[in-house]
């Protein structure tokens, strides 16, 4: 009998998802609990599994489309079984056009007046109307039940910006009183030139993710980043003592395991850290949940850590190596990647020696760490050669002032060279 493969639901609020990429073809074997499909939501891409074995039949959903949770995308059966009318039925549904609609023309002398749209839409399709100032009342839903879709409202942007007069738009504002002459080396005002013609590279779901997130950090908070040189001798000789004993217990020690737990204690030393930025007062987190940015093909995500504090160091080693494998794999399920109350950004690993990291909102802080490498130091008024790092810290200046960031990374520095 053939089984319908449905859009997964992905946790609390996605409502929605795109499909990224078949990885099998129509007529394709498909086994038990193997990858078919890599599907992308605004937070993460991850993998849709096949829950029977049998042959793709049909593929309902391509490549490119978002749909709602719940959706058919694909039929798996036996080569040359019927395939009931009933799961192409529950593929995408359009709601089609009615028919002989009229054509509004708005009236100078009646300006239209903007009412509150009242249905229901994804996180992504509201950034959208908002990033374009879009009256949701004025585009037409394709989705299930006539719900607003990502594609629906980006092809209405794409209809306003090349045809407006198709557009029913609003009042234009005044227009502001003429700037005074430009000085001729005002340079900075001065419209780029052109530029030649090139290749243009389609935004995944995760890169315009990825870019909206990090434009609101920078305007949300004033970011200040502080830089310190942690020494790692004690780390180090810790680690290559019981290096092997965690293999054994199933974990790979990694540094990051040791800066996420000197991170945990700091923070509780320091809550103020740990916390975010409302507008009636600051939030005070109870849960320290670490999120640890991890480099991947197609961008960069934050698995979390969740109740961090509640673990030794076996148990963050685990963890840290049980997210980053599935974060490349895109195994990684939406909750996952939510509820961060702090990140650590290891950007050493490719060599870079420090940054500035932006802070992932609506988190406090960011620790970077950059390359751990053997570089001359003076210690007791000798020269010695100890493996350094430069690790830097930026934080909303709303919520920390210098000293008590300071404070703050001082405290992990302490306990990453005098550890036990």
């Not at 990502?150 to 910006?161: P, S």
């Not at 200040?224 to 810790?238: L, S, Y």
Request: glycine share 8%; net charge negative.
């Amino acid at each position: 009998m053939a089984t319908n493969l449905i859009m997964p639901e992905m946790g609390e609020g996605v409502i929605e998802g795109t499909v990224a990429r078949w990885l099998k073809a129509e007529g394709e074997q498909v086994d038990q609990y193997e990858a078919v499909l890599e599907i992308e939501t605004d937070k993460v891409t991850t993998e849709a599994t096949a829950e029977e074995a049998g042959t793709l039949l049909e593929i309902l959903v391509a490549e490119g489309e978002t749909v709602p949770v719940g959706t058919v995308l694909a039929v798996i059966g036996q080569p040359g079984e019927e395939i009931s009318a009933d799961g192409k039925q529950n593929g995408t549904a359009v709601s089609p056009t009615p028919p002989n609609q009229p054509t509004i023309t708005p009236s100078p002398h009646h300006p239209i007046t903007r009412s509150s749209y009242k249905g229901r839409i994804s996180p992504v399709v509201g950034r959208i109307a908002e990033e374009h100032d879009v009256d949701l009342n004025l585009v037409t839903g394709t989705g299930r039940d006539g719900r607003i879709t990502k594609n629906d409202i980006l092809t209405y942007v794409e209809e306003v910006t090349h045809h407006p007069s198709a557009v029913i738009r609003q009042p234009e504002p005044i227009s502001p009183a003429p700037l005074p002459p430009r000085s001729s080396f005002d340079f900075a005002q001065d419209k780029p030139a052109s530029l030649p013609s090139g290749d243009l590279l389609p935004l995944t779901t995760m890169r315009r993710a990825i870019a909206e997130h990090m434009v609101r950090s920078k305007q949300t908070s004033p970011h200040v980043t502080t830089v310190f040189e942690f020494d790692f001798t004690a780390v180090a000789a810790h680690r290559a003592a019981h290096k092997s004993q965690f293999a054994k217990d199933g974990a790979n020690l990694t540094f990051t395991a040791y800066l996420v737990a000197a991170t945990v204690q700091a923070l509780k030393q320091h809550p103020l850290a740990n916390s975010s930025w409302e507008e009636n007062g600051i939030r005070l987190h109870r849960s320290i949940n670490i999120g640890m940015a991890t480099a991947i093909d197609d961008g960069l995500i934050v698995p979390v850590i969740k109740n961090a504090d509640s673990l030794n160091l076996l148990g963050l080693a685990r963890t840290v190596n049980d997210l980053a494998n599935r974060a490349r794999n895109k195994q990684l399920k939406p909750d996952e990647v939510q509820g961060g109350t702090f990140s650590i950004t290891n950007h050493g690993v490719s060599g870079s020696l420090f940054a500035t990291p932006i802070i992932n909102q609506p988190q406090c802080g960011i620790l970077g760490v950059g390359k751990i490498e053997k570089r001359v130091r003076v210690v007791n008024d000798a020269i010695a050669i100890r493996p350094l790092a430069f690790v830097s810290f930026t934080f909303d200046h709303r919520i920390l002032d210098g000293a008590s960031a300071d404070y703050f990374v001082a405290t992990i520095k302490e306990i990453i060279e005098y550890w036990q």
